[in-house]
């Protein structure tokens, strides 16, 4: 099991009244799954995130990463966490530190004290993995946002992570940008890397291999996208939205079409439409 | 007529060895009343279009005439101009500033050198009008609030400069399923109360099948498409060359386009597709 949480609360500390952002929450994340988390603004997601390497440590209950807690102040211990759970977060420009795109990459690797020459394959690696090879000598601020995003994914990589979080990283991007990170994504997990995508978009969602949904700090929801995306009382109930092929199909059907109640892709659904003549 | 734009070009730092165009002799017209979305690719030119409209960018060559400021003039009227056109940019929330979120409305308005009493009155008016209630978030501070309620705070302080017309910057980026519909809504119920012209950026494609009456296909600095939804969207040939993508609606109907189905009256909207559908289905 890669992450484990078990009866974890998390509150933010305030002066009057704490803010309980995650409320008893288990939870497992399967090693080499693809695992999708919606729910609203202030659901709790991004907190869920950070408690996954150790950037928040539980109120109560324990979060444990291949059966280590996080909730230990031996730095070490940490590091190691924070090596095997990478994180890419929203904005791409936030996270640029370096001019130069290779050094970008090194960071990570040069503050665990990898030997130079492995920095040099971690480099070629973690570029070719997100498609960027030939900007290694560029500069990352002419860069579009979903390169910029593959660059930060890169970074993260370097480090040969276990498991990779993207808190909402293709939020702020166009179609182009948010189509090439979900690529890189679902390639790095055919080559085994555990994915966590945090995302408001129900079309991302279908193409995990499982759905978890937060509402008010709990998981409310968790199943296939075909699971979730059936269950359309409760997708109304906590604010979601069928992906756009799906809120058709349900045109179609309540037009009196007579479809069968499934997920579709823009493909599928085309066929099946095919079929009603 | 609102606002006339004529072969208008652009270059960023002229001159310069980083000199880059950005726009190339861009035309259009935009009407009263119209609801235009502007689609393109990053680094289209979208961006630098429509911070010309309130003279945000200044004109280098080619001619803008919005209502009766002309920006070929030596000195245009730009005071007149920006209460005419209000501009909501991207993630405007982050350039909320004041302690509360009435001095945070307010501050336009009290710039135009309003009243203090008309100043009040146009606030309470913009934070109802953008779906908030007034008694309850005047005095507190705009950084207290919500993401989608501070959006909607940064949305009411050019509201409450009235503006004839109101440009968007892809209003709904980065918002929850609930928060964008509630923005699509507020827009469009800004249209029927207090800017009639709206012009909206936006990477949905879907959202603008939906809302849109007149759609601008930006690529290159140059507008390569121009019309209803179903003019641009059913223009195979410009969106390839812009590389963009067209909305659910119109992919479900090209795939049954292959597949030997031929949908009457090209459907943009869901609405139109299950119409076609079922007009197909009953031949």
């Given at each position: 099991?890669a992450?484990?949480?078990?009866k974890?609360?998390y509150?933010?500390?305030?002066?009057?009244?704490?803010?309980?952002?995650?409320k008893n929450?288990?939870?497992e994340?399967?090693d080499g799954?693809f695992v999708?988390i919606?729910?609203?603004?202030?659901s709790?997601?991004s907190?869920l995130?950070?408690?996954?390497?150790?950037?928040?440590?539980p109120t109560s209950?324990?979060?444990?990463v291949?059966?280590?807690?996080t909730?230990?102040?031996?730095?070490?211990?940490?590091?190691?966490?924070?090596?095997?759970v990478?994180m890419?977060f929203?904005?791409?420009?936030?996270?640029m530190?370096?001019?130069?795109?290779?050094?970008?990459?090194?960071?990570?690797?040069?503050?665990l004290?990898?030997p130079?020459?492995?920095?040099?394959?971690?480099?070629e690696?973690a570029?070719?993995a997100?498609?960027m090879?030939e900007?290694?000598?560029?500069?990352p601020?002419?860069?579009?946002?979903?390169?910029?995003?593959?660059i930060?994914?890169a970074?993260?990589?370097?480090?040969?992570?276990?498991?990779?979080v993207?808190d909402e990283s293709?939020?702020?991007?166009d179609?182009k940008?948010?189509?090439?990170?979900?690529k890189v994504?679902?390639?790095?997990?055919?080559?085994?890397?555990t994915i966590?995508?945090?995302?408001?978009?129900?079309?991302?969602a279908?193409?995990?291999?499982r759905v978890v949904?937060?509402?008010?700090g709990?998981?409310v929801m968790?199943?296939?996208?075909?699971?979730i995306f059936?269950d359309?009382?409760?997708i109304?109930?906590?604010d979601?939205?069928l992906?756009?092929?799906d809120?058709?199909a349900?045109?179609?059907?309540?037009?009196?079409?007579?479809l069968?109640?499934?997920i579709?892709?823009?493909?599928t659904l085309a066929?099946?439409?095919?079929?009603?003549? | 007529?609102s606002i006339e734009?004529?072969?208008?070009?652009y270059v960023y730092s002229?001159?310069?060895?980083?000199?880059?165009a950005?726009l190339?002799?861009?035309?259009?017209?935009v009407?009263?009343?119209?609801?235009?979305g502007?689609?393109g690719?990053t680094g289209s030119?979208k961006?630098?279009?429509i911070?010309h409209?309130?003279a945000?960018?200044k004109l280098?060559?080619?001619s803008i005439?919005?209502?009766?400021?002309d920006?070929t003039q030596k000195?245009p009227?730009?005071?007149?101009?920006?209460?005419?056109?209000g501009?909501?940019?991207?993630y405007?929330?982050?350039?909320?500033?004041?302690?509360?979120?009435?001095?945070?409305?307010?501050y336009?308005p009290?710039?135009?050198g309003l009243?203090?009493?008309?100043?009040?009155?146009?606030?309470?008016?913009?934070?109802?009008?953008?779906?908030?209630n007034y008694?309850?978030?005047a005095d507190?501070?705009?950084?207290e609030?919500?993401?989608?309620?501070?959006?909607r705070v940064a949305?009411?302080?050019?509201i409450?400069?009235r503006p004839r017309?109101?440009?968007l910057d892809?209003?709904?980026?980065g918002?929850d399923?609930?928060?964008?519909?509630?923005?699509?809504?507020?827009?469009?119920?800004?249209?029927?109360?207090?800017?009639?012209?709206?012009?909206i950026i936006s990477h949905?494609?879907?959202a603008?099948?939906?809302?849109?009456?007149?759609?601008?296909?930006?690529?290159e600095?140059?507008?390569?498409?121009?019309?209803s939804p179903?003019?641009v969207?059913?223009?195979?040939?410009a969106l390839a060359l812009?590389e963009m993508?067209?909305?659910?609606?119109?992919?479900?109907a090209?795939?049954?386009q292959?597949?030997g189905?031929?949908l009457?009256?090209?459907?943009?909207t869901r609405e139109?597709?299950v119409?076609?559908?079922?007009r197909w289905r009953?031949?």
């Open positions: 099991m992450i484990k949480f078990e974890v609360t509150e933010y500390p305030a002066e009057d009244n704490a803010v309980v952002a995650v929450v288990d939870l994340i399967e799954s999708c919606c729910g609203e603004n202030g709790g997601k907190t995130a950070k408690l996954m390497n150790g950037l928040l440590q209950g324990v979060v444990t291949d059966g280590k807690t909730a230990t102040e031996e730095e070490e211990e940490l590091f190691a966490i924070r090596q095997k990478g890419v929203q904005n791409p420009d936030n996270q530190i370096a001019s130069i795109i290779e050094d970008e990459i090194a960071f990570g690797p040069e503050n004290g990898v130079r020459e492995e920095i040099g394959e971690r480099i690696y570029l070719s997100v498609g090879t900007y290694r000598h560029n500069t601020y002419k860069l579009s946002g979903g390169q910029k995003q593959r930060a994914i970074a993260v990589l370097a480090m040969r992570p276990e498991v990779l993207l293709t939020a702020m991007l179609p940008g948010r189509a090439e990170v979900l994504a679902h390639e790095l997990n055919d080559q085994g890397i966590v995508l945090i995302t408001h978009f129900m079309e991302e279908t193409q995990a291999d949904v937060m509402s008010e709990r998981v968790d199943g296939t996208p075909e699971e059936r359309r009382a409760s109304e109930k906590y979601l939205e992906p756009i092929t809120a058709i349900a045109d179609l059907l309540q037009a009196g079409l007579p069968e109640d499934k579709y892709s823009e493909k066929e099946a439409i095919c079929r009603l003549k | 007529m734009v004529k072969d208008l070009s002229p001159g310069t060895p980083y000199a880059a950005a190339n002799g861009v035309s259009i017209t009407n009263e009343g119209d609801f235009l502007i689609i690719k030119g961006s630098t279009f911070q409209l309130n945000l960018i280098q060559s080619g005439k919005v209502y009766d400021v920006l000195k009227d730009l005071k007149k101009l920006r209460g005419t056109v501009m909501v940019m991207q405007p929330e982050y350039q909320l500033f004041d302690e509360t979120v009435e001095k945070d409305v307010g336009g009290k710039n135009l009243s203090e009493e008309e100043i009040k009155c146009r606030v309470k008016e913009a934070v109802e009008l953008v779906g908030l008694k309850e978030v507190r501070s705009p950084f609030l919500s993401g989608g309620q501070k959006r949305i009411a302080g050019v409450a400069m017309v109101l440009i892809e209003p709904t980026a918002l399923p609930r928060g964008k519909k509630d923005i699509m809504s507020l827009v469009k119920r800004l249209k029927e109360t207090s800017s009639p012209t709206i012009i949905d494609m879907d603008v099948a939906e809302n849109c009456d007149k759609v601008a296909l930006f690529s600095g140059k507008i390569q498409a121009v019309g179903r003019e969207f059913y223009d195979a040939n812009a993508d067209v909305p659910s609606v119109v992919k479900i090209r795939e049954l292959k597949k189905v031929s009457q009256g090209k459907p943009v139109e597709l119409e076609a559908i079922r009953d031949e």
